[in-house]
């Protein structure tokens, strides 16, 4: 078997979780009677000091419900040029909720007061009006970088004056709570909405959970029937959700202590120009040799580990719950005899 670090949603659910999902009890969610379904929805509202949530098959829906109830058509969304809901969810702000998008040049992913402040159009007919601001943490593409919580706080106070609608695109917030030794309760509050995805680092087979107040979530829930994401008996992925809710979220630390030591072989490989800083349990390396990115692929794949191309020049590397030490120590081999 390849070792896989393609992301972190390539995981299997542990047995723990399968007897979880097996074992619970279950209903209709469409008529919100799924106890499973409801309890995951209250503990994870609970766990980030909102008051209701609504459960979604991915994240990409979870962002693009999200988008959809805080613009109206022609109003325009502010994030990183980096944002995964701008590059990969298939320009759903377009499809989805007619909205424009204005792309701020941040530091790998991450915008600041003076950033948005800069781009918030006049009140004159000519331009979208401003109403959402939509930040990344980690940043994917940044590297798996995590926002300084200060600046966060500082957006968020922004906004609230501005009356701009804040989003978290928190695929990864876990990753970046762990890595802060942060609590959940602290930071939850200062976003009108929050998606965590529940099948990324957490190990769930599928899931993502958008936060809000009561009125939000009606709202979203409306939506996501639109979108035709209103499941029925969902309490057997809830139940995945809620055991990893449980379980996983403090052994991110070992996701990244092993993505650190990937990072740290990687500076002193000759074919590897730069590393992104690792600080979560994302890897992205720049090559010397540009136009070698699938040729270096296929050679790593050939010897057992598998990648994914990640813009000019780079891949990516993400450690999960399924890579252990044992394949640390076979992945860093890999990598000495195919960067160097
Ligand atoms: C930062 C970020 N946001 C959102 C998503 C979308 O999640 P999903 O694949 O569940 O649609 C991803 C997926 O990789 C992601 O990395």
Redesign the pocket.
Known sequence: MPIDLR?D?VTQPTAAMKAAMWEAPLGDDVFEEDPSLNALEQKAAKLFGHESALFCP????T?QIAIRVHTQPGQEVLCDELS??YH??GGGIAVNSLASVRLLKGDRGRITVDDIAANINPDDIHFPVSSLVSL?NT??KGGGCCYDWKTVEAIADFCRSRQLGLHL?G??LFNALVATDTAPATVGPWFDTI?I?L??GLGAPAG?LLLGTHATIKKARRVRKVLGGGMRQAGLLAAAGSYALDHHVHRLAEDHDRAKQLGSTLTRCALVRKVLPVETNIVVFELTHPAEVDATRQRMEAEGLRSVPFGAGKIRLVTHLDFNDDQLTETTAILKKCLN
């Open positions: 992301s949603t991915s994240g990409t829906m962002n995964h809901i990969y969810e990344e940043c994917n695109d695929a990864r998606s995805c099948s990324k993502s």
